[in-house]
């Protein structure tokens, strides 16, 4: 499973930028899909997630200004980002998990692109 990420860049605050999340696979094969970020001296954590039967979860930071969907056909899992913030600067991952049931123990496989740095600027 590969997962590639592209669709960062430098914008200004209140911009908008779409990350794109491309996978290798069938999308419907996965429990989640997420975004996550990392800034610099920061705990790398959740932006927003998207489970297979489409509820969608957002960082209390991110809600109401981003949105996160998926495209099955393109096997593309999308992150719009409007009225960007200086906080929302970070390297941005995408991540997908797979969960399976083995004697009674939930089994977790995530699967992680590389990340695309964001930065806003004020």
């Known amino acids: 499973v590969q997962l590639q990420a592209s669709g960062g860049g430098l914008v200004q605050a209140g911009g908008s930028l779409r990350l794109s999340c491309i996978y290798s696979?069938?999308?419907?094969?996965?429990?989640?899909m997420g975004w996550y970020r990392q800034a610099p001296g920061k705990q790398r954590e959740l932006v927003a997630m998207?489970?297979?039967?489409?509820?969608?979860e957002y960082a209390n930071s991110v809600k109401g200004r981003f949105t996160i969907s998926r495209d099955i056909a393109k096997t593309t899992v999308y992150l719009q980002m409007n009225s960007l913030k200086p906080d929302d600067t970070a390297v941005y991952y995408c991540?997908?998990?797979?969960?399976?049931?083995?004697?009674?123990?939930?089994?977790?496989?995530?699967?992680w692109g590389q990340g695309t740095q964001v930065t806003v600027s004020s």
């Open positions: 991540k997908a998990q797979r969960i399976t049931w083995v004697a009674g123990r939930r089994l977790e496989y995530d699967y």
């Open positions: 998207l489970t297979s039967d489409t509820i969608s």
């Open positions: 696979g069938n999308i419907l094969s996965f429990d989640t």
